[in-house]
T-cell receptor, first 115, second 114 residues
Framework: DAKTTQPPSMDCAEGRAANLPCNHS???????VYWYRQIHSQGPQYIIH???NNETNEMASLIITEDRKSSTLILPHATLRDTAVYYC????????????????FGEGTQLTVNP | DAGVIQSPRHEVTEMGQEVTLRCKPI?????LFWYRQTMMRGLELLIY????????DSGMPEDRFSAKMPNASFSTLKIQPSEPRDSAVYFC????????????FGSGTRLTVV
């Protein structure tokens, strides 16, 4: 798996957009960028993923740079319930799950949304 | 679907006792994963199964740990004998091979060995 680098912590005001960066400079052409989050005492939860195009769903938007070496997860209107650790993971997402396509978690970013 | 179901949610046991953690994956998912989470080491993959067959157990810390998947709807992770350093939250997750949504995790079992 390609290594990812995330800031250890970030703060955001409630109602504002939260922009979480991730660097993945060694990403391979067949590796996707995945984002998960883990709210305290719960299991990790899938948020969004993408290959090279920007993606949006009901939870968040994912912006991937043209060279694919970095990405940003955007929570458009952060709420207190979005306080969690956010993990950026790169992995192959097609074919049988092998060592290259397992989900390997780093340390993530602790996002704290303040009232 | 009720998602990935783990039991028990909490387990407190004495050192030396056998502990069995249980997991029911999402129906139709053909991959099952066991993770362990501690403050020191974060989320670690212990073992994963494909179609009930163990594929990679390189993350299992030592012989005291064993995992089985007797059928597509049930898996166990057993620790015998348990030690205080096994105290952690153990997560089970399941996935489809061709799923673009990655893994679905259970709520975890918090194990405390005293």
């Amino acid at each position: 798996d390609a290594k990812t680098t995330q800031p250890p912590s970030m703060d955001c005001a409630e109602g504002r957009a939260a922009n979480l960066p991730c660097n993945h400079s060694t990403i391979s052409g067949n590796e996707y960028v995945y984002w998960y989050r883990q709210i305290h005492s719960q299991g990790p939860q899938y948020i969004i993923h993408g290959l090279k195009n920007n993606e949006t769903n009901e939870m968040a938007s994912l912006i991937i740079t043209e060279d694919r070496k970095s990405s940003t997860l955007i929570l458009p209107h952060a709420t207190l319930r979005d306080t969690a650790v956010y993990y950026c993971i790169v992995r192959v997402a097609e074919g049988p799950i092998t060592s290259g396509s397992r989900l390997t978690f780093g340390e993530g970013t602790q996002l704290t949304v303040n009232p | 679907d009720a998602g990935v179901i783990q039991s028990p949610r909490h387990e407190v046991t004495e050192m030396g006792q056998e502990v069995t953690l249980r997991c029911k994956p999402i129906s139709g998912h053909d991959y099952l994963f066991w993770y362990r989470q501690t403050m020191m080491r974060g989320l670690e993959l212990l073992i994963y199964f494909n179609n009930n067959v163990p594929i990679d157990d390189s993350g299992m810390p030592e012989d005291r740990f064993s995992a089985k998947m007797p059928n597509a709807s049930f898996s166990t992770l057993k620790i015998q004998p348990s030690e205080p350093r096994d105290s952690a939250v153990y997560f089970c997750a399941s996935s489809l091979r061709v799923s673009n949504y990655g893994y679905t995790f259970g709520s975890g079992t918090r194990l405390t060995v005293v």
